[in-house]
């Protein structure tokens, strides 16, 4: 349970990205649709997976990655959410831990700039789809391995990112951990979008009682790679409180905790002890 004082609802926003691949040329649009966010009264602002940059070819990311201090992204949100005292998920940036190691790494932001959790991704996006596109993570990234949870002014936390959308054993440890709020930050093909994104999502958000807010890439990016949007904002019911569409902007919706307990109360799947 959580150890502050919760307030009983709160406003999520996500930013919709079309990430480019450094982040020097995406801070404009980083900044401006955070302003964005800010302004329709948000407090807790999502941004995407690898908000900070998306660049497909692994040989440069590698080049490009820098250690947590250097990150002009992380940076600049921290500044950003300390001025508009809101709290921040950055959805994840690649993160340079040692000469040879790269993570894939989402950070909360509390209202005074303050990191107050990490969540390096667990699972590794390999995979060759129908369309001749192949993606090979383990190749770049090493992957996590802890479960995240943090407590907000709101109530739990639960993290993943992504690719992790599909392992629900995870979920279902995050809800019995006591999230109440899940996030999954992705930057979804436009293939295995079309045919999986919002299933997935609703059935995150039923079988574990909890709402989803899941921010998301979209667009065509550097070497033609296609990202599938449709940002999602779900309720624990699994009903669509928001949707983005296939450009860059901000979606928000209330977030009323209460639903909660009342979602859990009538499907008290989380009981069994079974995995």
């Not at 940059?53 to 820098?66: C, G």
């Not at 440890?173 to 999986?196: C, D, Q």
Request: glycine share 6%.
């Amino acid at each position: 349970m959580s150890i502050v004082e919760n307030k009983s609802s709160f406003r999520a926003a996500c930013i919709q990205l079309n990430s480019y691949r450094s982040a020097e040329e995406n801070m404009n649009n980083i900044v401006k649709l955070f302003d964005v966010a800010v302004k329709n009264d948000s407090d807790f602002v999502t941004l995407p997976e690898v908000a900070g940059m998306l660049e497909p070819n692994t040989a440069l990311l590698k080049q490009k990655v820098v250690y947590e201090k250097e990150d002009i992204i992380l940076s600049e949100i921290k500044k950003k959410t300390q001025e508009h005292k809101v709290w921040t998920l950055i959805g994840s940036l690649a993160i340079r831990t040692a000469e040879d190691r790269i993570v894939n790494r989402s950070f909360l932001i509390d209202n005074n700039g303050n990191i107050v959790a990490r969540y390096d991704k667990i699972h590794m996006f390999d995979v060759d789809l129908d369309d001749g596109q192949r993606y090979r993570e383990s190749d770049t990234f090493q992957s996590g391995k802890k479960l995240v949870l943090k407590n907000t002014p709101w109530g739990r936390l639960g993290f993943s990112i992504c690719y992790d959308i599909r392992f629900s054993y995870l979920y279902r440890k995050l809800a019995r951990n006591g999230a109440e709020f899940i996030t999954i930050p992705a930057a979804f093909t436009r293939v295995s979008g079309e045919a999986h994104w919002h299933v997935l999502q609703r059935a995150r958000a039923i079988e574990t009682g909890s709402f989803i807010i899941s921010p998301a890439q979209c667009g065509i990016h550097a070497d033609g790679r296609e990202t599938y949007g449709h940002s999602l904002i779900i309720d624990p019911w699994g009903k669509i409180l928001a949707e983005g569409k296939n450009e860059p902007g901000v979606i928000t919706a209330e977030i009323k905790l209460s639903e909660v307990a009342t979602a859990r109360r009538k499907i008290p799947s989380l009981l069994t002890d079974s995995e």
